[in-house]
């Protein structure tokens, strides 16, 4: 698998480390509550199509990449780096 | 007083050579890393400029004076080679730390350099993809490394504590790449 | 001798001598082991797996079910060798597999008499009763008689490496397809990787006799070849399988390095395992015939008819004196063709059609069938059906053609499923199968020389327009173009004998039929449920038969029955390539402390922590036994100095204005109120509530700190600031850096350790100065360093900071002026043991699975300020009774040791899982007390302070009773620290 950090270009697999969904991007405020936590940490989507998530690339440039990825074929839509999505959301 | 005596982290290990290719060590005088402040990129770009003679380096590249060279090492981070930063005023508009004895330093130096590294790092090596000018983080032998081209071959960073399995690896690679070039 | 006198590629001037089943042979360069077997007269090469029948060659190629050896003797001997694709060396040594005492005579094909109870799925009926017959009986029989060739059971010497590439295009195959794509691509500037498993290119241009620009085939291909191999952008890849084909691009490919050399060179790696990134890829592996199913098919001497051709064009090698064809197309002539012109004598061609008519000079049955075989050891005849009645023809060869199966294979790695093709009646690729990747030629079911040709040169120009490059003018080269002439003919029915579709799993039509009875019929229950397709060549010449089969029984069509598919890898690979750079010490990097040298010197015991090499002992001559060192080493802490590495610890310079923002997001603890020049112990907590890691933070200035953390979490800390600063809150104006190899680190620890430090540094650090928990930055010897009061042992300690280079030279002189004082180094053990007598955490207690409540240190978490955790770590189930806690435990009655995971259940309490209350986390002897303490997790634990409960490990049969008791075991009051 490669994929393309959006600051080194293509990169093998191999370099980056997986994490997780994207809604992670989205921590509950601190008094959201309990259950508000619980479903950032625990509830996930496993859809059979696109998914949004999260990326390291470890060995690389170590940014933080948002990904949105097929769950079916693997093919990679879009990266982008987690920090420039995270100032647009604002 | 002590008299304390450094040792730089490839002491008995280098220079090897196999076939045409050679192994040394290249420690530069100064390793600095510096990260811009929020916002103060190009506050630090103009100081880079004046202290240094500098320009900020794109992604994956390098940016050189005579005697010291700006690296691209991460967003909004550099890492400052061959000089001491000019702390006062950089430090306005970046976060220095001294890294002068935290790498390893080597030059992978002659034909099929390429070849050797490709053993052991995923990175596209090829020379119109990567050439002088530019540089990379990416493994090496599942360490850490920072690979930048120069003339004839590369020069290849890793952490002083590493420097002992680096060499071992790069090494059993040239010996394996000049037994196979005696191949037809 | 079968071989000719003249023709082939093989090069007559350098002959080769090489043994099988240690019979003296004699060979060409340009022979496979198996064309040179052929070339001796040797046909039965090997004995079945399952009823271990005669067989012998079948094809020339790595389709090759067959003919598989055992190379090379001794403890380094290679098993399932395809003797099709091995390249013969001069003095290669072969033995055929599976048979005892000799090949000729088996002991083993007994099994064969037996056939009628070994059908498909007697393993699952025969071995299942009675139960206890299964561990006795029935394994030991099965592991016997299971496998083909044996390993040697001793360490693999080979090396193997492996390697990354890159390039515009991988052109898979160098047939005629693959080598005009890469020619065509390579004209026109992309980079090429062109891969061929054979150790010549050209494909099938080597076997026929087919013309290109009128020359022939193979001429045009060497032509090609050495155009290509004078261009810079081309990377000639021969004896390179292309394994696998895998997501983005990436291909897996197995290079043969030097299985071909008769005394390879020192530092020549046997294969070199290849990870491939391609843009774009062109599939060009060309077709394989398959067989047709008919009683006895599986005597030495029946064969495909493509390989007869390529023993005979390419290797020089008639494989019979009398050869006979059974074929239902056209192809089948051309090689009746090929093999009177080389001069041998054609027995007769057998065409199932009605209406065909002889290209030569040869007896040809129209409309007939191959129906039995006989010749024990060998084939020395046929029996052919036709409407003309029943013949027996005396040969001792049959080549066989039932048509072209495309190499689909690779197109089927990433989920993609072959689609049926009337009119060649075979699976093509279905379209995009892989993202990025062409199929050209034979494999897209473009059989002839001119279709092949002109698909290859069109995919190439396809891949260049993708990547924005115009295809060049190329002089296009005339060859035949024969159109397909094939009538489907997949097995016989009408005959007793045993009509055998996969050869190496040993499955005949019967066994199909059977499943089929038992209502096994999907294709992937036939499969599973006969084995066929499941060997080591994964079906290359029998799924489409077997499928063919079940359509029939299930009077369907062939793709109403289902299709067939493939997984990497294309041909085995060896798990030496797969692990290359990784066999032995070589499996993770290894990372040594800047006084590693100084530690060998002093005989120290080394053991590794994560990938750290670290002195877990200094033994002194006398000390026999690793005890004694430890309590010397603890004791020698405790009452003077004691010396130790720590530079593995994680170290953080974290900087800017919202430094001490983030450090109160990350640490449960509150660090912004930490005063300039003091130390705080932090512990940080995942988003779920347990603890992450433990640590220090020292404040260096007011927007400038330093953070430790545990040398095996330090990778996984440095990511979590990543994400908190680059997924959580980008706005913070904060930057860190990893510090952890620009400083060398040793503690100092022990009452005379501040005699020691003040002794070495240039300025005062007097208790007044530096007072325990503090910072502050030193000179030594004139260089910069950084002092730390901190401490794990519970003694009066320091740690010093230097810049790496200046590491060992410190340590020697640390170590000098500590033997001085009564003190010296302390390794692993003795550091452990101090701090478990202190109570303090590490990794055996910080495993993720525990909140800082449990550990003790729930006090931490600040209730004035939200950090990462904070709001899980208080979830009821967290915080109700009945939850572990951590604490101490000292034993009732004398005990030689405490045991790591132990459980401890109540007195009284059933002694089973589910009773159990906690476990014992770590545990040492303690000099200072003179018995041996422990930690655990234990519920409610803190609440049951001097209960009695019962230790208990099943393992290693220990049982004790305990005392429940604090963590901390020596100096509870922290006095020894602030001395």
Known sequence: MRIDCPNCGSRDRREFQYLGAAVLMDRPAPDAGEQAFVEYVYFRENPAGAHRELWLHEMGCRSWIVAERNMGTHEFASTRLAADVKRGAK | MVDLVAKSPHSGLLPLSAGQLTLTEAAPAFVSSIQARQGKSSALAKALQASHGLTLPEVGKVTAATDHRLLWFGTDQYLLIGAAPAAPSLSEFAALTDQGDAWAVMHLVGAGAAEVLARHCPLDLRTERFGIGQTARAPLADMPAIITPIAQGFEIMVLQSLSR??????????????????LI | ?????????????????????????????????????????????????????????????????????????????????????????????????????????????????????????????????????????????????????????????????????????????????????ALTAARGGLDVILADEDFAFGGRLNSETVEIAGQPGAGWAAQVVTELAGMANVRLMPR??????????????????????????????????????????????????????????????????????????RFAVLPGQKISLFTNNDDGHRTALDLLRLGADIAAVVDTRGDVAAMGDYPLITGGQVTGTSGRLGLKSITVSSASGRLKVATDCLAVSGGWNPSVHLTCHMNGRPVWREDIAAFVPADNAIPGMRVAGAANGDFSTHAALSAGAAAAAEALGDLGKPAPATVFPAAEDAPIQLEPFWHFTGSKGRAWLDLQNDVTTKDVALAHRENFRSVEHMKRYTTLGMATDQGKTSNVGG????????????????????????????????????????????????????????????????????????PQSGETHWRQTCDREMRMVRSAVGITDITPFGKIDVQGADAAVLLDLVYANTMSSLKQGRVRYGVMLREDGMALDDGTCARLGEDHFVLTTTAGAASDVFAHLEFCTQVLRPELDV?????????????????????????????????????????????????????????????????????????????????????????????????????????????????????????G?????????????????????????????????????PLKQFSGGAFLFSQGARQVLGNEEGHVTSHCYSPSLDHVIAMAFLRDGRSRLGEHIIMKDNARGIEAVCEVCPMVHVDPDGERLRG
Not at chain 3, 575 to 584: F, S, T, V
């Open chain 2, 165 to 182: 399995t680096a060499v071992h690896h790069l090494h059993q690679a040239m010996l394996s790449l000049a037994a196979q070039a005696s």
């Open chain 3, 1 to 181: 001798m079968s071989r000719l006198t003249s023709g082939g590629q093989i090069d007559r001037t350098q002959p080769l001598r090489f043994s099988f089943d240690g019979k003296s042979l004699a060979g060409f360069k340009g022979d496979t082991l198996a064309s040179a077997l052929l070339a001796n007269d040797i046909r039965l090469v090997g004995r079945s797996f399952k009823y271990h029948r005669p067989r012998g060659i079948l094809s020339a190629g790595s389709e090759e079910p067959n003919a598989l050896m055992q190379l090379g003797q001794g403890d380094q001997t290679t098993p399932n060798v395809r003797a099709t694709t091995q390249e013969l060396y001069d003095g290669l040594i072969a033995a055929s597999q599976n048979r005892f005492p000799s090949l000729a005579f088996d002991l083993l094909s007994v099994n064969d008499l037996m056939a009628p109870f070994f059908g498909a799925g007697f393993y699952y009926k025969t071995f299942m009763w009675p139960k206890s017959f299964w561990e006795k009986v029935y394994e030991p029989f099965i592991r016997r008689a299971a496998g083909l060739g044996r390993l040697s059971g001793k360490a693999d010497r080979a090396l193997y490496d492996k390697a990354f590439a890159h390039c515009d295009l991988l052109v898979i195959g160098g047939g005629p397809a693959g080598l005009m794509a």
């Open chain 3, 240 to 313: 390179t399988t292309v394994t696998g084909a895998y997501d983005g691009g990436t291909y897996a490919a197995l290079q043969r390095v030097s299985h071909h050399l008769a005394d390879p060179a020192d530092h020549l790696p046997l294969e070199t395992f290849w990870r491939i990134a391609a843009r774009r890829t062109i599939l060009a592996g060309g077709a394989i015939e398959r067989p047709i199913a008919f009683a006895n098919n599986d005597r030495p001497g029946v064969m495909m008819a493509s390989a007869v051709r390529s023993y005979a064009n």
């Open chain 3, 547 to 618: 499928l063919a089969v079940m359509a029939d029984l299930t009077q369907r069509s062939i793709p109403e029955t289902g299709t067939t598919t493939f997984r990497p890898p294309y041909s085995p690979v060896a798990l030496g390539a797969l692990g290359a750079h990784g066999a032995g010490k070589d499996f993770a990097p290894s990372r040594f402390l800047p006084s590693d040298a100084l530690a060998r010197e002093l005989g120290a015991h080394f053991i590794e922590m994560g990938v750290w090499y670290r002195p877990s002992l200094f």
């Open chain 3, 735 to 855: 930057q860190f850096f990893s510090v952890t190899d620009q400083w060398a680190q040793f503690s100092i620890a022990g009452p005379r350790s501040r005699e020691l430090v003040s002794g070495l540094c240039d300025e005062d650090i007097s208790n007044e100065r530096i007072p325990y928990m503090a910072c502050a930055e030193v000179t030594i010897g004139g260089i910069g360093c950084r002092l730390f009061r901190i401490s794990f042992s519970g003694e009066q300690s320091y740690e010093i900071a230097i810049p790496a280079r200046y590491g060992e030279a410190l340590a020697r002189e640390l170590g000098q002026r500590a033997a001085a004082l009564g003190g010296g180094w302390y390794g692993l053990e003795a550091l452990n043991a101090l701090r478990i007598e202190k109570g303090y955490l590490t990794h055996a207690e910080m495993t993720g699975q525990y909140t800082a409540d449990a550990l």
């Open chain 3, 857 to 893: 240190i729930g006090g931490m978490v600040s209730a004035k300020k939200d950090c990462i955790g904070k709001v899980l770590s208080q979830r009821s189930a967290l915080v109700g009774p009945g939850k572990m806690e951590l604490i101490g435990l000292k034993p009732v009655s």
